[in-house]
Structure formats: C-alpha cells, structure tokens
C-alpha cells in the first residue's frame, strides 16, 4: 500500500517523514491504483443446499498484506425470512509451507492452498447452510476491517482499496 | 452569588474533564489502533466522525467567540484590547510548544517503530524460516521415496493383498496413516498408527492431479496444532490412469520440531505483517494523535478566550466604573470579582475608594446646598430689605447692589458691576458727595464708620445715612460693606410713629367723654322737648341733633386715629378680586351723579388679602375721588375703575386703576410725602391715603397716583396675584 512506501524511504528526515505521513492521511482518503472488490455475487441453491458464488478480486495491496501475513476475514451475512445470520472465512498465507490456508472457525473447516488462486477460487464457491425458509434471501460479502492487524484498522477506514463489499444482494423466493 | 460562582466552577471543571476525557480517550485510541488488538475497531469511523464533530463544534464556539472579539475590538469596548492581548499571549505560548511537543513525539515515535526493523533481524528469521523449509522438504522427499517403493511393492500384487502389505507397511515406515484409494475415491486398504488417524483422509482433487502427473507427490499441511506429511503416490496396475489406486500416506513431524517450527513461522510472520504495516502504524499514530491535538488545542484556545475574558472583565469593569467617575458619577461600583486574587482585592479597593469618593460628593453637594441656600437666602434678604446695601472690594470697584440700592442711587446693578465709585459719580453726578465719602473711608480703611451725606443737587434733596463696615474678601482681600438708607423716608417713619401715638393717645382721650356727651344731650331733648316752647323746642331740636350728629363725626375720627394707630394684622384670604371691586362699586353706584365706567379684566383675578381691608382701601379711595370731583364740578361725575394683571419685576401684580375726571392731584403731589393728619379737603382727617398706603404694604404691594394729561387724578393699587 502507499502508506507503507511512504514511509520505507531510509535515511530521510524523521521531521519531514512525520509531515509526510500526515498528508498520506489525506492522499489515502482518495488513493488511486488498481482497486479490488466484490464484483460478482450469486447464490446457487438446489437439493437441499446453498452455494454462494463470487468473484472476489484482491488489490495489489492487499495480495502484497496477504502475502507479508495480513489474515483477510471475509463476512457474510444472511438474512432470510427475518432471520440473520453470519459466517466468516480467513485467509491467510503460511510462510513456512508457503501455503494459503482458508478456514472456517464455525464449520472446523481448514484448506491449504498452494497458491493464492486457488485459495480465493475456493473462497470464491462459499457453501451456505441451507435457508430454511424458501422465500426472499439478502446477502452481504465484505471483507471484515475490524479484523485486521491494529495498525490497519483506522487507515482502512479512509483508504477504498481495502473496502471490499458486495452491497447487499436479495433473491427473490425460487418458482 | 454564590450560585453563579458554583456554576462558573462546575463550567471549567467541566472543560477540564472534557479535554482530559479527549486526551484519555485519544491516548486510548491511539494505544488501541497502533499496539493494541484494535477492540474498537468497529467503533473507529464513529469514534472519528465524533472527534471530527467535537472539532467542529469547538471551533465555531471558537469562532464565534474571536468574531465577538473583534466587535468588540472595533466598538472599543472597554477590556477588549486587553483580552485580545490575554487571548493571543495564552495562544502564542500554548500553540508552538503543543506543537513542537506533537512534532517530537511523533519523531519519536516513528524513530521507536523504525528502530524495530532491523535488517539483521529480518534476516535471521527469513535463515530460520528457510532452514525450517529444507527440513520439511527433506523430509517430505523421503516420504515421498517410501510411498513410492511402497506403491511399487502394491503393484506386484493383487488388490486382495493390499490390506496386509499395508498393515506390514506401517510399522516398518513409521507412518501415521496408510491408506489406498480406488479411482473414485473408495478405501482399498487402510492402517493406522495413531487413534486419532484411524480415518483414512481424502487426498484432494489437486493432489490427485499432482500424484497422477508427476507418478508421486507430497506436502506439508498443516492440521490443527499438528503438522504432518502426505504423500500420494499412484499404484501401477494395468489398468487406465483414471482407474488405477492411489496410496496415500501420513508421516509425522517430530514433536520437538513442530513447536520451533511454528514459533519461527509466528515470528517471521509477524515480522513481515509489521513491517508492511509499519507505514500504516505511523499513519495511525500520527491521525490520532494529530486529532487529539487538534481537539485538545482547540479546547486550550477555548479554554484561553474564557480565561482572557474572564481575566479582563474586571479590568473593564474597573476602567467603565473609571470613566464614569471620571463624568462625576461617583458611587460607580465594580461586581465583585470570583476568587480571593489581587484582581478582587482591587475591585475591593476600587469601590471602596467609589464610595468614599460618592460621600464627598453628597457632603460637597450638601455644603454646596448649603451655601447656595444661604447665598439665596442672603440674596431674598437684600432683596427685601428696605435699605440699600452695596458691598465693594479691595480695589473699591462695585460686587453687590441690591435692589433697595438700585432704587437709591437710580442705577442698575449691571450698570455698576465691576466699576469703581468714580463711575457712579459720572454716571451720577448727582450722587458725588456719596462715592467720595465712601472713598474717603476705604482709603482710611475705617472698619466700622456712619455718617449722613447730604445730596443737595438731588431733587427733594435727600439724605442719605450710611453705615460702612470692613469685609474679609473670600480671596482674602479686604472689601468694604455699606448700608445706607433715605434718612428722609426713616424720618417719615419716626413722625408715624409718632402721630400713631398722638393718635393713640387723642383717641383715648377723646373717646372717654363722648359716649357721656352724647347720652347728655340726648337726655336734655328727651327731658325739656315736650316742655318747651315751639320755637325753643326747635332750637333744642337742632341744638341736640347737632350735637349728637358731631359726636357720632367725632366718634368716626377717633376709630379712624384707633385704626391708624393701633392696625391689626390682616387676615389672609383667598379674594376674587374683580368680585370684591363689583361689590364696592356696587355701592357707590346709588350715587345719581356718579358715572361708573367697569374695565374689570375678564378671567376673575385672585389674591391673597384681608377682604375688609381691600374694601377699605377701594371706599378711601374711590370717596376721595367722588369727594374730589364733587368739590371741582358742578355737572355729573365719570369715575373709571379698571383692572388687570401685568408683571413686575418677575412677578404677577394685579393693577386695580381708579381714575376720576376732578381737579386732579395738587401740584407737587408725591405719595412718599404724604403725612397723617395733613389734608387739602376742608373736613379731612387726613388719614385715608396714609391707611390705604399701610393697608396695601401689608399686603405686599403699594400705591401709585399720577395726574394723567387729559386731567383728573389717576390711581393704582399694585397687590401680588396669587400663584
């Protein structure tokens, strides 16, 4: 992300680099560069069970935090027929094995990925449980900035790059 | 008092604790959104958009606060300048420190995050990790070897016989799991080790792939706080690639590997994730506590403005309350001050000192008072004084003259203001002999003197009886005092009195043996009337009458000397005096021979008078014109009666004018002459004029008498109207 190139220049004034960082505050605010998102998001749903299915597109700078061990906590929140619900999916990258790992705290569900493809491929195909009412179903993919590390927690308010949410999407009730 | 006192305590304690909370509260928050687990993290942008509306609010405060400020400035408000100053003095002294402690800090801190990045450091863990990796990978090569050789083996032999191998297998490669997979996934064979393996894993669909293209594949994962070897290795059977068995195997990493292994990841991780959070962590830090800064620097201007003003205002006060007592409002007071200060010891000071000026001024004005009553007093007694006073000072030159004075000399006081005797002389030539007299005695600096001075060259020649006596100046000066008086009109005064008593003491003697007279003669007539002759009752009859008639005469004469030398004091009534002079007239109407011509004024004038009085005067008056004008005509009498009110030296004076069209007045007829017992008619007792003159002075007013042109006498009754 820009904030932190900012702020790798070694050997330069700290006075400057501190008036430096204050504009980053401004320049996040409207940080330009390739932005990710949530750009698809349906629901399959059939024999029983639910399926949701996106196309999540990381920006560089969060590929680079994935990569550098920023867990990226991605939330979904269900509401059918008054009821909500909501599950979370971490991703995070293991060093060690050079491994991505996706996993499910509620479900006990784990993967090891060999490469961020095919960790966000598998992230991308997101079984649901089943509503079990059969009428109109509202879905909402973000990615959880309360879960970040703390120090990115405040500048991910102000910077778009690490906004990453479908908006709420509602299906209709299945013919 | 006191509750405004508490309420002003409870405002800046809660200021205080307002920007100690922010500071607490952004400390906090800085803490919590740099080092911290970011607990409020869902809390940030409403954490921010309240500091942002803090701010905000603050500075419109602030705002409006300066703008007030500069009105006042503009309007010169008293305490304006000098909170203006206080205002910028606190700024300029809080601004740059807080800032340059902002700076430092954040100086400091961006040196304290940049310090913990060592590239040594970064290295070492980035060697360990590595070392971590070649282990596992060795590791992972020599299972991937034993599933083979394994795989190889179960290839000879028929799938009936997998089960033993692989039971025979374990021990001997100290797996945790063995396993053979059918083409769809069914378990051919299984063994395990370990309890907690006893189900046989599914190798993945990328794992299949791997195993089937490269013959043999293998991996570390990770499994809860485990981490364990698989490796899949594809059984040769003459059977097409889709169908043929996959072995897959688990070995264990040794247990004392797995915690410095997942230590050394968990520090290299974390190494890594600060070091690309490092920019974020100084962004954080610095938009914290540049808010917290912001905030508590605006509510430190605020806080200054308060204080400025609240410092000034009793210094504007103080120079209001100074202005005004400068204007002569003395007894301007200052509200007290809160706090036991130096500034309340002075607004203590100030209005004590207010008040003590205020009683000065009430003892000033009240000796001011003083003096102009009696100064106003002093003036009403030489103004009503019947003797002339005229005060010089040192230089001789004229300070005071006083009306009786003014009458005297025939001079204004205006005209002789200033001027010395010399410039009474030439403007009175007349009056020489008195200026230098009285020059005389200043130049010998007499002290207490008294001497006549004769006018010869006056007309009627008065007398003048002076009495000089030495003044102290209020400058120090020596001035003189001289009252003087017409030694003429004081001889008139002394032959009064002295016909008051002859008049007296004729009435007493007179009045004794009429009664007994008159009862004398009466008793003759009673008696011999019938007894006599006619002719000499006749001559009784007349003889008695006669007498008795005089005696009634003699009678009226001695009332008259009584009234003239015994006067009562009159009474003092409310008199309509157009009503009275009706009633009088009303009277001497009967007369056939007189004709009466009323010009009475037509609103009824009111006076304060003794009613009998008045009618006495306007009977004298109007008898001694009929008497007049009876004695000088043979034909009928026109007698004008008129009335009015004209001023008079600043008053109202009602003027009652009886004019008659006789003889008129003698020639050298003067008023001021006129003596009792002195009388130009044959049977006068020459006492009407001199009651009539008595009668109106005890009124306040006097009589004037002229001769008009066109003949006859004319006079005029002069009485104060009343308010």
């Known amino acids: ?175 | 008092m006191a509750s405004a006192r508490l309420i002003r305590w409870l405002s800046a304690a809660l200021v205080l604790l307002t920007v100690l909370a922010l500071s607490t509260a952004g400390l906090h928050l800085a803490s919590d959104a740099t080092v911290g687990r970011a607990r409020l993290g869902p809390y940030y942008p409403a954490l921010l958009g309240l500091a942002g509306l803090i701010a905000f609010v603050l500075a419109v405060v602030i705002a409006l606060q300066v703008l007030r400020l500069l009105r006042a400035l503009r309007q010169r408000a008293p305490g304006a300048r000098l909170s203006a100053r206080l205002s910028a003095l606190i700024a300029v002294l809080c601004l740059p420190p807080a800032l340059l402690v902002f700076v430092f800090a954040m100086n400091f801190l961006f040196g304290a995050v940049d310090s913990r990045f060592a590239a040594p450091v970064a290295a070492a863990l980035d060697d360990a990790l590595e070392v971590g990796r070649l282990y596992l990978e060795e590791r992972r090569d020599g299972a991937e070897r034993a599933v083979a050789e394994l795989a190889a083996q179960l290839g000879e032999s028929d799938r009936g016989q997998w089960p033993a191998q692989v039971d025979q297998a374990i021990d001997r490669l100290g797996a945790l799991q063995l396993a053979v997979f059918a083409g769809d996934g069914a378990v051919l064979a299984s063994a395990s080790a370990d309890p907690d393996w006893l189900r046989p894993v599914q190798p993945s669909q990328q794992q299949r792939l791997r195993a089937g293209t490269l013959g043999v594949a293998g991996e570390v994962v990770g499994a809860g706080d485990e981490i364990v070897l698989q490796a899949q290795a594809v059984v040769d059977e003459p059977l097409p690639p889709a169908a043929r068995a996959l072995l897959q195997a688990v070995f264990p990493v040794p247990a004392r590997y797995v915690p410095l292994a997942q230590r050394i990841e968990a520090a290299s991780a974390d190494y890594r994730q600060l070091e690309f959070l490092r920019g974020a962590l100084k962004l954080s830090m610095a938009l914290v506590l540049g808010l917290v800064l912001l905030l508590v620097l605006l509510a430190a201007l605020l806080l200054a403005l308060r204080a400025s003003r609240r410092l000034a205002m009793p210094v504007a006060r103080l120079a209001e309350a100074t202005t005004r007592i400068a204007r002569g409002e003395f007894g301007a007071t200052v509200g007290a001050v809160a706090g036991d200060d130096e500034l309340g010891d002075l607004v203590d000071a100030f209005n004590s000192m207010s008040h003590e000026l205020a009683l000065a001024q009430a003892s000033v004005r009240g000796t001011q008072a003083l003096i102009e009553s009696q100064r106003a007093y002093l003036d009403a007694v030489l103004t009503r004084i019947s003797s002339a006073v005229v005060g010089l000072d040192a230089g001789g030159r004229v300070r005071l003259l006083n009306p009786a004075g003014e009458r005297l000399l025939g001079a204004e006081a205006g005209q002789l203001q200033g001027q010395d005797l010399e410039a009474l002389a030439a403007l009175r030539p007349d009056l020489a002999p008195f200026a230098q007299r009285i020059g005389e005695r200043l130049r010998a600096h007499a002290s207490g003197w008294r001497e006549e001075v004769r006018l010869p060259e006056a007309p009627g020649a008065p007398i003048l009886l002076l009495r000089g006596s030495a003044l102290v100046e209020p400058d120090g000066g020596r001035g003189h005092l001289v009252v003087f008086d017409d030694a003429t009109v004081l001889q008139r005064a002394q032959r009064e009195a002295a016909w008051a008593e002859v008049a007296r003491r004729l009435a007493h003697e007179i009045k004794n043996p009429l009664t007994p007279i008159q009862l004398a003669a009466e008793r003759l007539r009673r008696r011999y009337l019938g007894r006599m002759a006619p002719d000499d009752a006749e001559v009784l009859e007349r003889a008695t009458g006669t007498i008795v008639s005089q005696v009634e005469s003699l009678k009226a004469l001695v009332n008259g000397f009584s009234d003239y030398a015994r006067p009562q004091p009159p009474r003092r009534l409310r008199v309509a005096l157009n009503a009275l002079i009706g009633d009088v007239l009303d009277l001497h109407a009967q007369d056939p021979r007189l004709t009466l011509e009323r010009r009475l004024a037509v609103a009824e004038i009111l006076v304060e008078a003794d009613p009998d009085r008045l009618r006495q005067v306007l009977n004298n008056l109007l008898r001694n014109a009929v008497e007049a004008m009876a004695a000088g005509t043979d034909g009928g009498m026109r007698l004008e009666v008129a009335s009015a009110v004209e001023p008079h030296e600043g008053r109202a004076m009602a003027v009652v004018e009886i004019r008659d069209h006789g003889p008129g007045l003698p020639a050298g007829f003067d008023l001021a002459a006129v003596e009792p017992y002195r009388s130009d008619k044959p049977r006068g007792s020459g006492l009407g004029l001199v009651i009539v003159q008595r009668i109106l002075e005890e009124h306040g007013g006097w009589l004037e008498a002229d001769s008009p042109g066109d003949g006859g006498a004319r006079f005029r009754i002069r009485l104060p109207v009343l308010a």
């Open chain 1, 1 to 175: 992300m820009p904030c932190s190139n900012a702020s790798d220049g070694a050997g330069g004034g700290r006075v400057a680099r501190a008036g430096t960082v204050l504009a980053a505050v401004v320049l996040a605010a409207c940080a330009g560069g390739e932005r990710g998102g949530i750009e698809q998001a349906g629901l399959q749903r059939g024999d029983g069970r639910a399926e949701l299915v996106l196309a999540v597109r990381l920006a560089p700078a969060l590929r680079e935090g994935l990569e550098r061990g920023v867990p990226l906590n991605f939330l979904v929140e269900v509401t059918a027929g008054g009821e909500r619900r909501e599950s979370h999916r971490e991703l995070r990258y293991l060093p060690l094995t050079r491994q991505y790992r996706l996993r499910e705290p509620g479900l006990d569900y784990s993967r090891s990925f060999a490469s961020a493809a095919a960790a966000l491929a598998a992230l991308e195909r997101w079984p649901l449980p089943a509503p079990a009412h059969e009428g109109t179903v509202s879905i909402r993919v973000r990615l959880d900035r309360t879960r970040l590390p703390a120090p990115l927690v405040l500048p991910a308010v102000f910077d778009r790059r690490w906004r990453l949410d479908s908006g709420t999407r509602t299906w209709p009730a299945p013919a």
